[in-house]
């Protein structure tokens, strides 16, 4: 539980940043830490309400938000601390989320078209153990709080983290482990959108990962995002296969209501030690639940 009224609480309008995307169309505020960054447009936050059953803060704004993308910190680096004494995330990162406002008529939150110049690799080779690198700081998964995946006719139920979109519009999830990665630039899983998450066919152990059997779920089977205390209930309307330069299907552009797009590896090649495709599956919300 966090700790909602001394300075490092989760009602301290402090432990929060909201920035507008400026001139530059780039985000140049990168956390709570180093402070809001020029060109980036600060917004003025001047409440915040917190439910500890929920594990939910409620931002009230000094004034609404125009059209325009914007990235909220909920800071991890600097400021909130639960109860027992321990900063959100470790204080090892701050949990940031992205979105778009595309219309003052509707305030709806939504997030742009992404650009992907390949579907991400995530499977290693069946059967064999493969050395991995350490991790680059700068290719570091956002730990998002508690926001779970599951596949109930597949038993998977996986942590979700957020993994960030390289330089080249790629996405690294190497060190993925038993995670699932939501691929930052998407939509944020359970809002409006296209919400893309991947997660191994095969992990670095030679061992199955949580998506080794996606390609078996067909239409109508439920994919569940568990999130503050609530159950965002999808079910499975495609599934298909695509070469890894591929990516209009899986990073569609869709905004007419919420839909999650799970991607792994298919079919390995023991000559060139690589997946010749990509599992999509695509599913749509239909259900909010406790």
């Not at 800071?75 to 219309?103: H, K, Q, R, V």
């Not at 779920?217 to 070469?243: F, H, P, S």
């Amino acid at each position: 539980m966090l700790d909602n009224a001394t300075a490092n609480g989760a009602e301290n309008t402090s432990n929060y940043i909201l920035v507008e995307r400026g001139a530059n169309a780039a985000f140049d505020t990168t956390s709570c830490n180093g402070g809001v960054v020029s060109d980036d447009v600060p917004q003025t936050i001047s409440n915040v309400s917190y439910n500890s059953a929920g594990f939910v803060s409620l931002l009230t704004l000094a004034s609404p938000l125009t059209a325009g993308t914007y990235r909220l910190f909920v800071c991890g680096t600097t400021s909130i601390w639960s109860t027992a004494g321990l900063e959100i995330n470790n204080g090892l990162s701050d949990y940031i989320m992205d979105f778009t406002i595309t219309g003052a008529e509707t305030g709806t939150p939504t997030t742009p078209s992404t650009t992907a110049s390949a579907l991400p690799a995530t499977g290693f080779a069946p059967k064999k153990t493969t050395s991995l690198p350490q991790q680059p700081a700068d290719l570091a998964y956002a730990k998002l709080g508690d926001i779970v995946l599951e596949i109930p006719s597949l038993n998977v139920k996986s942590t979700i983290v957020g993994v960030p979109q390289n330089a080249d519009n790629t996405w690294d999830v190497t060190w993925l482990g038993n995670s699932t990665g939501w691929l930052n630039g998407t939509a944020f899983p359970t809002w409006n959108g296209n919400s893309v998450l991947t997660a191994h066919v095969t992990n670095a152990n030679g061992l199955e990962g949580p998506f080794a059997a996606l390609k078996t779920l067909k239409y109508g089977d439920q994919v569940i995002v568990q999130m503050g205390g609530l159950k965002y209930i999808y079910e499975v309307r495609e599934t298909k296969l695509a070469r890894p330069y591929s990516t209009s299907y899986a990073f569609q552009s869709k905004q007419d209501a919420s839909y999650l797009t799970l991607i792994t590896c298919q079919f390995y090649n023991p000559l060139n030690e690589n997946y010749l495709f990509r599992r999509v599956v695509r599913a749509v919300l239909i259900e909010v639940s406790e």
